[in-house]
């Protein structure tokens, strides 16, 4: 049994390092879906289908437990997999399987609240709010999850959503770090001209925008925080596997690498990112 983490590509992999650092005994299973990046801007109904795809393959692969380490896949897909779909298929397998997202974590990070609590509305006036951007594909902007759920838990919270369509896809194929640090730089001004100062703080709301932080910080004003979710969904999961002993995740620190996409080793900029080469298997 195993922890398996799933994304459209490599940006899950800022998820994946943080929950091994966390978990380093347990037995971790990563699937990249690099033969249908970016999902930013597929329909709700691929990102669905590949989601449960990807899942499907993890679950064949002996994890127990998956964690959607993708913003679009969590917004779009996570609900409906599991009201529709997994209760059956738990049946069909016989054993306890979940599938976990990365947006319920972070917004209990952004909102210093747990997902249960939801603020009482008394329409008292706001003196002082604190400006949230958050930066991502298409798809999660358009969801408007973070707008919709962090205003049911704070009206102080005021949030504006960047997207930015064509940085995972940049990400993804290696691209040099001077375009993708202008691509940043447009993208930190659009927000700030439509908020119409810079925000307070910020929401890196694709994983793979985790790889290139460090250019988002220098693009924002400087000490602005950065609400990473790397470090959210593995605090998340931590509480999680003590309200649910009965997932095995294994104890053998086994670290398996697949992707759909072409194998190999993958770009200099996730080896810069990882501290090593990287070889993914092919599926």
């Given amino acids: 049994m195993a922890i398996g983490v799933f994304d459209s590509g490599v940006g899950g992999l800022s998820v994946h390092r943080t929950l091994v650092a966390r978990f380093p005994e347990a037995d971790f299973i990563y699937l990249a879906d690099q033969a249908n990046t970016p999902y930013g801007g597929r329909s709700g109904e691929e990102i669905v289908a590949l989601t449960r ?3 499907e393959r993890l679950f064949a692969e002996g994890a127990s437990l998956v964690v959607l380490a993708c913003n679009t896949a969590s917004g779009i897909a996570l609900r409906r ?3 529709t779909w997994l209760p059956g298929y738990r049946r069909e397998l016989g054993r306890p399987v979940n599938v976990l997202g990365i947006i319920v974590p972070t917004i209990e990070a952004a909102t210093g609240l747990p997902w249960e609590h939801e603020a009482e509305r008394r329409g008292d006036k706001v003196e002082k709010l604190d400006v949230l951007a958050v930066f991502s594909t298409p798809q999660t902007t358009a969801s408007r999850v973070y707008e919709i759920e962090i205003d049911k838990r704070r009206q102080d919270v005021a949030v504006f959503s960047q997207p ?3 940085l995972a896809g940049m990400i993804e194929a290696g691209a ?3 375009a993708l640090a202008g691509a940043i730089a447009e993208h930190v001004k659009a927000v700030s001209q439509w908020i119409g100062r ?3 703080r910020a929401i890196l709301g694709c994983t793979h925008f985790e790889i290139v932080a460090d250019l988002f910080r220098v693009a924002l004003p400087p000490g602005t925080p950065l609400i990473h979710q790397p470090q ?3 605090d998340a999961l931590a509480r999680y596997f003590e309200r649910h002993p009965e997932y095995d995740v294994g104890t053998g620190a086994l670290r398996r690498f697949l992707t759909t996409g072409r194998p ?3 770009s200099g900029l996730v080896e810069a990112f990882w501290g090593a080469p990287l070889r993914f298997e092919g599926t």
């Fill in 53 to 55: 795809a990807g899942c």
């Fill in 81 to 83: 997999l599991q009201q």
């Fill in 164 to 166: 930015c369509p064509e």
């Fill in 176 to 178: 040099p770090r001077e």
């Fill in 198 to 200: 810079a925000p307070d």
């Fill in 232 to 234: 959210a969904t593995a």
């Fill in 264 to 266: 190999g080793v993958q």
